[in-house]
């Protein structure tokens, strides 16, 4: 179950993500209202040694709480793609059949190795997990 019981309840948690996660250096993260019940948070979070999170979630509320109905989740240092989440479904990799349809893109051969994300749901909140992440992995 969602936490979040409206879009604005998710504004206040993607507004206030600079101040529950210190190591996020500045933050262009909008949300932005797409119709009655459709929304879009896109934007990049910006850590220190020049990594940053491009985000895309396409949200809705139909439903009367909130759900990632998709999104695009981009690492990169300086220009170079270090890897991507995405929740595009692939019924035919018996691979990524346990956590269908979250999956990360790795090197090598970013585009097509591709592994389970058992961190990433479309019921709660990704950007915790991913912040985490990024601080664990390029911490100094």
């Given amino acids: 179950m ?12 993607v507004y206030t ?12 993260l909008t ?20 990594i940053r999170l491009t985000v895309y979630e396409r949200l809705t509320w139909d439903t009367g709480v909130i759900v990632i109905e998709g999104y695009s ?8 793609k270090l890897y991507w989440y995405d ?3 692939h019924p035919g990799d018996v691979v990524l059949a346990a956590t269908d349809p979250h999956h990360k893109h790795i090197p090598p051969d ?7 994300a058992p961190g990433l749901s479309l019921v709660q909140p990704n950007l915790p997990f991913l912040i985490e ?3 664990q992995m390029y911490a100094k």
Avoid at 2 to 12: I, T, V
Avoid at 18 to 24: L, N
């Fill in 2 to 13: 969602s936490p979040f019981q409206s879009l604005r309840d998710y504004e206040l948690f």
């Fill in 17 to 28: 993500l600079p101040q529950q996660f210190p190591s996020i250096v500045s933050s262009t």
């Fill in 31 to 50: 949300v932005i209202r797409r119709g009655k019940y459709l929304a879009e948070a896109t934007g990049e979070l910006f850590f220190p040694v020049e």
């Fill in 73 to 80: 989740y981009e690492v990169w240092r300086g220009s170079e």
């Fill in 87 to 89: 929740s595009q479904p």
């Fill in 110 to 116: 970013i585009k097509h190795h591709r592994v389970t």
């Fill in 133 to 135: 992440e990024i601080n």
